[in-house]
């Protein structure tokens, strides 16, 4: 039992790396995405739309071992298993991510935006100091159960050696054979760090809170 | 820039998905002139201060503001769309009060009067809070200055609205239904402080009300609107009182059943 | 670009034989997530409140953690406790068990949406609660439900990769094991890749004909 801690604590570690790198990835490409969409032009909605099926519509691990398996036998040069793995669960995160984006901005009252342009604001400060801030409450408790589906999605690239908590806990499975003490505290630290990161998501959401009352 | 007329509509037409809504529509308004338009709903009436106010582009024809042509300009004797830029110039000439007030509801009140100024016109906030306190004292409503728009009353919320529109010092005044979603009490408050408006001010205002008392108290010409064309116009007295037209007389008695 | 159709060709029926696995996996999991679901949901219903806080622990418990390991957990650790079965009932269990904990939640919400003046009025007319519950409620709760669990089955549906790693023959496990002989990773992984997809929009589109259906049928 001393040393299966130790262990999963350093595969935590990373995991948390997997999970933050991919988050970054996600709001990067789910922000690119949703302005594609956004912007009216079909020349940029197309793309996103295939980005968003694709990602969608087909499975996380299938993808990974896509990008690190079949990847390399086309381009030049092979991903390492990190960079493979924050890039593939980022995109696949950020594909769901830009649909939570997307319904929150529309559903934002169409008043809003009619009085953004009479009062003369640009299209960016509209976006920025208007529609997105009312838009926030309703992106972040959705958002809030995606990236604890990422956290979940991290376990993954330890099946391309990565050295997470899976990772380490195959490691151990094979070492000590001690299988429900691994799994189990496996499990567990996977509780602990979803139950922080849902609790950060909460306070976000506090922050951003304004009285609605009845709205206008 | 030629001052003769503050608003200009040449043969307007705009549709919404296969439904036209404005046929052909002529229209020119003096600066100073306070015009109300009345009629039955989807007539089209909206569309037309949505139009001035750059919410919704015409299928074809000409707006003029100030004698300046909004969404197209000439060179060389070549008509080309306008850009951003002159849309802006011509949107800067024009305020809209909306009839569900649309405030900011992320905005303490003097955020939402004091945002435009700050963002758009470069005001420094510490000029733009003071001329913001200055308004809202005008529209009778100081002491709400740090409060959130939904702690306002439907009244406050438009005297707010109408303070905010005031604040970039617009020539042309828009009023779309103001106090249609008010109760009558509360309506002829903000009413009120429209007349006051009208008499302190040169703006030229532009309202589509269904408030006939109101529109004879401040319209120097009433426009009677049915079905994406000018059925009858002439002042107050003429159209409300007398008007030629049947189907303005049917419009006029059915509101009059229903106050 | 180095693809060869030859091999597509060649590899196809046997990577099907794997699709009828995932398409097993899928069926069966989904049917025990639908049935454990409604005890789930039955049970945070009652009054008792250690009942109900226990049930709750354990849904969030399931919901916060990979189902990755949930499956090295169960396939590792029945066998010690004298469980022997084979990888893939042991992979249809866990799905099973892991989206009950989804499938309770939308039964809770769907039962919850119904005025409680159904209920009332059903009394009124004298109604028996069973055949409140089947007459009344169960047709007015249904239609919203559809959509979320049709969404759930397409969830489940893409997780069954997941069963490869428990030594489960389905379609992401076919592939990786032609890729390991010929080394040929680009053909097996683009054909399940593309297999998904389009069962994925398939189901998708099947659900959306179903909600209709049923919301014309109200």
Known sequence: MLHIVPTLLRGALVTGEVTGGAIIVASVSASCAVAMRLSGLAALDWPARVYIELFRGTSALIQLFWVFYALPLILPFRPTPMAAAIAVLGLNGGAYGAEILRGAILAVPKGQQDAAIALNFTPIVRMFRIILPQALPLIIPPLANLFIDMLKNSALAGLVQVSDITFQSQILQESTLRNAEVYGLALIIYFIMALILAGFMRFLEGCFKFPIGARV | MNMDTSIQFINISKSYGGNMVLNGLNMTIAPKEHVVIIGPSGSGKSTILRLLMTLEKPDSGEILIEGENVWHCMRRDQKLHADPAHIRHMRSKVGMVFQHFNLFPHLRVLQNITEAPVRVLAVPRAEANRRAKELLDRVGLADKYNAWPAELSGGQKQRVAIARALALQPHIMLFDEITSALDPEIASQVLNLVLDLARQTDMTMLFVTHQMRFAQQIADRVVFFDQGTIVEQGTASQVLESPTQPRTREFLSNVRMAS | ?218
């Open chain 3, 1 to 218: 670009m180095t693809w060869d159709w030859k091999l597509v060709w060649h590899i196809l029926p046997m990577i099907l034989r794997g699709m009828v696995i995932t398409i097993e996996a899928t069926v069966l999991g989904m049917l025990l997530a639908l049935v454990l679901g409604l005890i789930w949901a039955g049970l945070l219903l009652l009054p008792n409140r250690c009942i109900f806080w226990t049930m709750r622990a354990v849904i969030e418990f399931i919901r916060d953690t990979p189902l990755l390991i949930q499956l090295f957990f169960c396939y590792y650790v029945l066998p010690e406790i004298g469980i022997t079965i084979p990888a893939l009932v042991t992979g249809i269990a866990v799905l099973g068990i892991n989206y009950s904990a989804y499938t309770a939640e939308v039964y809770r919400a769907g039962l919850q949406n119904i005025p409680s003046g159904q209920w009332d009025a059903s009394k009124a007319l004298n109604f028996t609660p069973w055949q409140t519950f089947i007459r009344i409620i169960v047709p007015q709760a249904l239609p919203p439900i559809v959509p979320a669990m049709g969404n759930n089955l397409i969830a489940m549906f893409k997780d069954t990769p997941l069963l490869s790693t428990i030594t489960v023959m389905e379609m992401l496990n076919r592939a990786m094991i032609i890729g390991d002989k010929t080394f040929h990773y680009l053909e097996p992984l683009t054909i399940v890749g593309v297999l998904f997809l389009l069962m994925s929009l398939l189901a998708s589109g099947m659900i959306g004909i179903t909600q209709r259906t049923l919301l014309v049928r109200r």
